[in-house]
């Protein structure tokens, strides 16, 4: 048997950007029939990024992909020997199919279509595509290959047919966005539906940021025992070699796995850096206030994009503490971000004034302290109308499952780093940036956290602890635990079920907050589709129902 060597390609495609995906695989192929590859790998979709969502819907669209794809096949047909599997929308007998398609000698010489389109947490796959029916292989040097997308290794059949057809190896474009923990669960699933079935399997997994998503990479072959052969560096584009022989994966490169907080700070990184070079802003303002998020935020920003491109607004109020002051300053000198100082006392006066007569009588409530909140957002996004920065907003998933947050104010903003962090991440992931060299001041780690929109506030004076909070978000919302389950767990009654009842009636917020990263198994965005106008109460249900 001759060795047949493999190019994984794992690739930052950015959606609908044809000509320059396409030059992008094209790069790779050379570099791969460079190293001596004959096949090259590239993930789901490649041609196209992924996910395209309703863009596959029109059909311009499809029909370029189909263009470029043929334009691609000519484009290698300097490469003879590469066979090429890329992926692409396409259209097979009249329906819109995800396609894999292998290049050979210039040509398009067959072309799979995903079996299994998964309509679940953030896909949507059916409302784009049909699912296909054809299958593909092909044979180099004795080895004998087939084709199957992603989803399709999620369960036991199509790989089970790709055995039963005398396939060794089973090749797998990906798709596959990052969570927490979603590393592990590839490898599981993959050694309980490829491996099992006496397969081979070489898995490219694109990487990069698209809008909410983070794809890791993380690409990767396993022999037919499940043992790991080869694996790719993650948060990283990179063209992983594996050498076959007889269908039999051989040792090779194994990039070292991160750990759990050093896996989140590059999926932030990566999500952060993406969405803002691939939608062309300039650089970033941060509101920075001396509390842990703004802190974390800055500090994910100028690792992210360089502090050059960075720039901190301190907006004090009457209530700010000069210790906020301070640490706000201190962290943006430790981390070289620019930074102003632009106090509110002036224009939240105004507001005072200009609605004095509409307010007589009525005592100082959450309004004057959302007041606040929203000249603080205005000044925002007045500075990013006037230089095209777009603005990070601050808040966590804590804050944002319970409401507490400020529509128009801390709300206000393009993109929301920290969205998908619960407060307690929020705190985890300070301490792990300052064990990579100290620039979040202690006092901001230690002291208790505080909107500061009011005499000696503190978060705890309205949310009950965070380590509480946290544990029933993570139950009911991202796990989809019910009251009563909770409660006999042995959380407390009264505060699960207030707690609840703010995730359910805070909806109309989340719906108006800017897109932000999903980093766990379930976030408010693409995985949480529950109406605003709702009359059911689980919280007052007695164990009548989930939600």
Known sequence: MKPVRIALAQIDSVVGDLAGNRARILRCAREAAGAGAQVLLTPELSLCGYPPEDLVLRESFVAACEREAALLARDLASLPGLHAIVGHPGRIEGRRCNCASLLRDGAIAGTYAKRELPNYDVFDEQRTFAPGGRTLGFEIGGTRFAVAICEDTWFDRIPGQAAASGAQVLLVPNGSPWNVGKGAERLEVMRRNVSAQGLAIAYANQVGGQDELVFDGGSFVLDAQGVVRARAPGFAEHLLLADFVGGVAQPGTLAPEPGAEEALWQALLLGLRDYVGKNGFPGVLVGLSGGVDSALTLALACDALGPGRVRAVLMPSRFTAPMSIEDARALAQNLGAATEVLPIEAPFESFLSLLALPFAGRPWDTTEENLQARVRGMILM????????????????????????????????????????????????????????????????????????????????????????????????????????????????????????????????????????????????????????????????DGAGEA
């Open 382 to 541: 007045a500075l990013s109308n006037k230089t095209g920065s777009i603005v990070l907003t601050t808040g966590n998933k804590s804050e944002m499952a319970v409401g507490y947050c400020t529509l128009y104010g801390d709300m206000a903003g393009g993109f929301a780093v920290i969205k998908d962090l619960t407060k307690n991440q929020v705190y985890r992931l300070c301490r792990y940036r300052n064990g990579l060299g100290e620039v979040i001041p202690a006092r901001i780690l230690d002291r208790a956290p505080s909107a500061e929109l009011r005499d000696n506030q503190t978060d705890q004076d309205t949310l009950p602890p965070y380590d509480l909070l946290d544990e029933v978000i993570a139950r009911y919302m991202e796990r989809g635990e019910g009251v009563p389950s909770m409660i006999a767990a042995g959380l407390p009654a009264e505060p699960v079920r207030r707690i609840v009842r703010w995730i359910r009636t805070s909806e109309y917020k989340r719906r108006q907050a800017p897109v932000g990263i999903r980093v766990s198994p379930r976030a408010f965005g693409r995985d949480w589709r529950y109406p605003i106008t709702n009359r059911f109460r689980e919280e007052e249900a």
